[in-house]
């Protein structure tokens, strides 16, 4: 394994066209030699079976030839014969031996071998020997013997494979040649792909790659610049986006500190409000007062009405005033918000109605309520307006209240219902509304604000308010409360 890893890094190293014309070569020029090594195998097959034909067909054209000059006895004639075949053929030695056992030798050695001896090893040819009796007239006259040397046709063989291995280099350099030109121009795409990519990666966004090559090749640089551009148009479209964000948020910082020098200003005037609009009024009902006191002898009746209007107007003004701040305060002075035990805040809200529960014989239950993360001053409130209105707008019987809460989608969904006079529909979003009352004074007293107050507070808690009710049929107001704890008794 460590041995076969320079290879393999020398290898990683190439291009596509290296890689490939170095698989094609080989392909080639192993396909080649052993098509070539086949062809040498089945040739010398071939010389083997032809050299055994030549030989037995040499021994059986000389047998009688050599019989007519042995009957004469002419043994040079004989020596002649043999070395005329053995200049002929591939025949590397003749033999004669006639009946006494003298030979006539005639052998010719001389063809040097010229393929290499390890191909002369992977296609060898057999040595082929033969003998044949000399027969005449019923008479013998000794015995022939030839032997084939293969050297010829293993030059033959080399001669032949050489060739054969010239016209494959041929066709390897052919197709190296072909396919170098075909993958040139993809290959010059292909590198302004990669070139294009990295520099699109390190923020030129502008780059852009020229289709040129192959239809594959082309649809790649195509796709590439349809990348470029959907992703240029999309950061463009981001760097806007980006910018108008940051116009927004300079508009909405600039609006919230508007907002906090309104809402500063708003409580400075609510504070002057309170203070200086309630003392002309004090002192228009202080006035008002003694002077019924003092000179209430001397005033008709229409005098001591017309006073006691005024009395009741500055009274009703200064109540105005108190809620109008209380209202104005339920965001800018509220407390920061806390796990609140609701239970407590109720039996706070009662003992502030204590005296009206008891007038109006009013009856107020509950279910157990849960701990909320609430400002628990403002929550009072809450439940006191609630209440508060229910017995206020109260039918014939004794009014009836009661309290529960329950979970409802990750919140805690308050209820507090009544059996009083009950609301039109059309009335369910009006009564939130600041001044917006639906009776006159002198049949249920109100400034118009207590509702509205309800609103801010469970606004400013993240919850919401409505009501659900028919006229003479009761009301349930619902409100919701985010939730941090489970109901305290439940």
Known sequence: MEASRPTWNVWSKWGLIPRLM???????????????????????????ARQQREVKETLEFLAPLVADQAVLGDYAAIHQLLNNQVRKLDIAELTWTDEKGRKLIAADRSAPRQAP????ALV???????SLNVDAGGAHYGTLHGEMTPVPAINGLWAQFVRQLQIVVAILILMLQIIWLIFRG??????????GADRFSRGDHSVRVAAAGAPEVRSAAEAFNNMA????????????????????????TRKAQELARSNSELEQFAYVASHDLQEPLRMISSYTQLIVRRYGERLDSDAREFMDFVVDGAARMKQLIEDLLAYSRVGTHGKQLKPTDCEAVLVKALTNLRSTVETNRAVVTHDALPTVAADGTQLVQLFQNLIGNAIKFRGKPAPAVHISAKEEDQTWLFAVKD???????????????????????????????????????????????WVESRAEGGSCFYFTLPMTGRPANG
């Open 229 to 252: 551009n959907n992703i240029e148009g999309l950061i463009d479209s981001l760097s806007q986006a980006e910018a108008a964000l940051r116009e927004a948020n300079e508009s909405l």
């Open 117 to 120: 001896a390890w191909f002369a």
């Open 419 to 465: 059996n009083g006079i009950g609301i039109e529909p059309q009335y369910f979003e009006r009564i939130f509304m600041v001044f917006q009352r639906l009776h006159i004074k002198s049949e249920y007293p109100g400034t118009g604000i207590g509702l509205a107050i309800c609103k801010k507070v469970v606004d400013r808690h993240g919850g919401r308010i």
């Open 124 to 130: 060898p040819i057999e040595h082929v020997d033969a």
């Open 22 to 48: 170095a698989a094609v070569g080989f392909a080639i020029l192993f396909g080649g030699m052993i098509q070539n090594y086949l062809l040498a195998v089945e040739g010398a097959t071939e010389h083997s």
């Open 186 to 195: 993809n290959l010059g795409t292909l590198r302004m792909l990669a070139v």
